[in-house]
Every structure is written in structure tokens, then in C-alpha cells.
């Protein structure tokens, strides 16, 4: 039922919305393939993941996109692949951006523009049954974190101020390729606890009858962002300026309240961790 209600917000809203500017800045090869070429890593819930029933893919992120190529008049076609491989893709031209749970850093804004559409937070988990219940009890131990993800850096400096500079055992950080991954070596007890976005682990919980918890604050707050080839500034502003109107239309708040991320929610878009100009 929401989902009809989001696909019938965008269409009402199609129907007045001028795209002209928005078409005129889409580059000429989208225009003539008539789709966005996008590749993700599903497996990300609830950002974006492969729905089991359904093999399809599903998500904040995945909705978003298709509300956002539903007003340019684009398909979407989507490749799934490793966290690691989406930069790469981006700078060959295999895919037309990047928005995949892709936190904006500053490291990473040396090579790309983001379009920040989203709060973002790492945090520590760990097992519900867990005896930790503050992210310093975890110095001296194993936790795991997604290495090709900026969490690895987040949580090397959390390491090194609050372990490290204490006097305390540092933590053992462990990484793997993929947050499935770590959320494995969880349940099998090779790490006590893991970092990732704590937004997520709510809705990943869930889906795994309540195994998982948070615990302490999140260690930083930061955004996610749509990722674009530096030359593709003009792209990058056609697609800041659709989720405006989305923003406007109610398209934007309906998909946040469908995945149940209100509070993570801009009012605004931004562009690489600033307000827009």
C-alpha cells in the first residue's frame, strides 16, 4: 500500500513538474540509453538488500532512485556487487553514480562529489544476550567492521582515543567484506561485537528475530551521500535538484516513513557536507 502511495506522489507530481532543466543537464549518453546505470551492494538492510521472496531488490535507497529516475523519465538498471568495487565502477563509467549506503568523507571528496540525501551514524553493536553494555568494556576484544567501508577508519581513531590513549587493551579490529559477513562472525563468536551504521541495525534485528543491539553513541555523525565523477557537476545538480522536489512534493518524507528512518531524514539537500549554494 505505500509503495502505491509513493509511485502514485510521483506520478501526480510528473505531471506538473517542469523537467526541462533537469533533462538538459542529464548527460547526453543516459539521455540516449533512456535508463540510469547503477551498480549497489545489496546488502545493506534497510538501505538496500535482495528481497528472498521476491529476488528483487528493496530499500530507503532503492526507492529513492526510482522516485528520482520516475521524474527525470529514466529507467533503472541495477548491478549488484562488492562494497569495494562501486568507486572503481564509477571512475571507468560503469555505473552513472554511486548511491549505495556511501558515507561523504573528505578522503573520499578528493575523487568524487556527493549529493547528501541522508543522517548517518556508526555505532557499536553486539548479540541482544550480550554482557556489553558500554563501548569501552569492548578494549582487548575482537570487533568487526567492514573494511572497504569509512567505519574501518572511525573505528581505528575510536580505538586509538578511547582504548589506546586510556591505557587500555586495544581493540582487536577485524575486517571483512561485507556487513552479512560481519554479522556472521558475530553469531559464530570470532568478534564480540561489530561497527556499521547504526541506523540499520534496528531493521536488521528484526529481520533476524531480535539478535542484535546497539550500545553506547554513535561515533560520528556524517551523511550518506550520491556519489559523482567530479566532471559531472552539471548531472550532479540535475539530481540534487529532483530530490528538492521530491522533498517538496512529500515523495521524500513518505519513503523515509516507509523504512522507518524519519529521524535521519535532511531538510534539505546538501552538497559534500555543506549546505547547498
Same mark, same amino acid.
Given at each position: 500500500?505505500?509503495?502505491?502511495?509513493?509511485?502514485?506522489?510521483?506520478?501526480?507530481?510528473?505531471?506538473?513538474?517542469?523537467?526541462?532543466?533537469?533533462?538538459?543537464?542529464?548527460?547526453?549518453?543516459?539521455?540516449?540509453?533512456?535508463?540510469?546505470?547503477?551498480?549497489?551492494?545489496?546488502?545493506?538492510?534497510?538501505?538496500?538488500?535482495?528481497?528472498?521472496?521476491?529476488?528483487?531488490?528493496?530499500?530507503?535507497?532503492?526507492?529513492?532512485?526510482?522516485? /528520482?529516475?520516475?521524474?527525470? %523519465?529514466?529507467?533503472?538498471?541495477?548491478?549488484?556487487?562488492?562494497?569495494?568495487? &562501486? *568507486?572503481? +565502477?564509477?571512475?571507468?563509467?560503469?555505473?552513472?553514480?554511486?548511491?549505495?549506503?556511501?558515507?561523504?568523507?573528505?578522503?573520499?571528496?578528493?575523487?568524487?562529489?556527493?549529493?547528501?540525501?541522508?543522517?548517518?551514524?556508526?555505532?557499536?553493536?553486539?548479540?541482544?544476550?550480550?554482557?556489553?553494555?558500554?563501548?569501552?568494556?569492548?578494549?582487548?576484544?575482537?570487533?568487526?567492521?567492514?573494511?572497504?567501508?569509512?567505519?574501518?577508519?572511525?573505528?581505528?581513531?575510536?580505538?586509538?582515543?578511547?582504548?589506546?590513549?586510556?591505557?587500555?587493551?586495544?581493540?582487536?579490529?577485524?575486517?571483512?567484506?561485507?556487513?552479512?559477513?560481519?554479522?556472521?562472525?558475530?553469531?559464530?563468536?570470532?568478534?564480540?561485537?561489530?561497527?556499521?551504521?547504526?541506523?540499520? /541495525?534496528?531493521?536488521?534485528? %528484526?529481520?533476524?528475530?531480535?539478535?542484535?543491539?546497539?550500545?553506547?553513541?554513535? &561515533? *560520528?555523525? +556524517?551523511?550518506?551521500?550520491?556519489?559523482?565523477?567530479?566532471?559531472?557537476?552539471?548531472?550532479?545538480?540535475?539530481?540534487?535538484?529532483?530530490?528538492?522536489?521530491?522533498?517538496?512534493?512529500?515523495?521524500?518524507?513518505?519513503?523515509?516513513?516507509?523504512?522507518?528512518?524519519?529521524?535521519?531524514?535532511?531538510?534539505?539537500?546538501?552538497?559534500?557536507?555543506?549546505?547547498?549554494?
Amino acid at each position: 500500500m505505500r509503495s502505491a502511495i509513493i509511485a502514485g506522489i510521483a506520478l501526480a507530481s510528473l505531471a506538473s513538474y517542469s523537467g526541462a532543466l533537469v533533462a538538459g543537464e542529464i548527460p547526453q549518453s543516459i539521455r540516449d540509453a533512456g535508463k540510469l546505470t547503477l551498480s549497489i551492494n545489496a546488502t545493506f538492510p534497510p538501505m538496500e538488500y535482495v528481497d528472498t521472496q521476491t529476488n528483487t531488490f528493496k530499500g530507503l535507497d532503492v526507492d529513492l532512485v526510482d522516485a /528520482i529516475a520516475e521524474r527525470m %523519465k529514466l529507467k533503472v538498471e541495477r548491478t549488484d556487487g562488492l562494497f569495494n568495487q &562501486l *568507486i572503481p +565502477a564509477l571512475t571507468t563509467g560503469r555505473t552513472d553514480f554511486i548511491l549505495s549506503g556511501m558515507i561523504d568523507n573528505e578522503e573520499r571528496r578528493q575523487s568524487m562529489d556527493f549529493v547528501n540525501y541522508m543522517k548517518a551514524g556508526a555505532q557499536f553493536y553486539v548479540l541482544t544476550d550480550s554482557e556489553y553494555k558500554d563501548p569501552v568494556e569492548l578494549c582487548g576484544k575482537a570487533v568487526g567492521t567492514i573494511r572497504s567501508a569509512s567505519y574501518l577508519k572511525i573505528l581505528e581513531k575510536w580505538n586509538a582515543d578511547n582504548c589506546v590513549a586510556a591505557g587500555r587493551a586495544p581493540i582487536e579490529i577485524i575486517g571483512s567484506e561485507s556487513s552479512p559477513d560481519v554479522r556472521l562472525q558475530l553469531r559464530q563468536g570470532r568478534v564480540v561485537a561489530g561497527v556499521q551504521g547504526g541506523e540499520s /541495525i534496528p531493521f536488521t534485528s %528484526k529481520q533476524e528475530g531480535g539478535a542484535y543491539r546497539l550500545i553506547g553513541e554513535p &561515533l *560520528i555523525t +556524517a551523511y550518506y551521500g550520491a556519489a559523482f565523477r567530479k566532471e559531472d557537476s552539471a548531472f550532479r545538480d540535475a539530481f540534487a535538484d529532483v530530490i528538492e522536489e521530491l522533498m517538496a512534493d512529500g515523495t521524500y518524507k513518505a519513503i523515509f516513513e516507509k523504512w522507518e528512518l524519519t529521524s535521519h531524514a535532511l531538510p534539505h539537500v546538501m552538497i559534500n557536507s555543506e549546505p547547498r549554494q
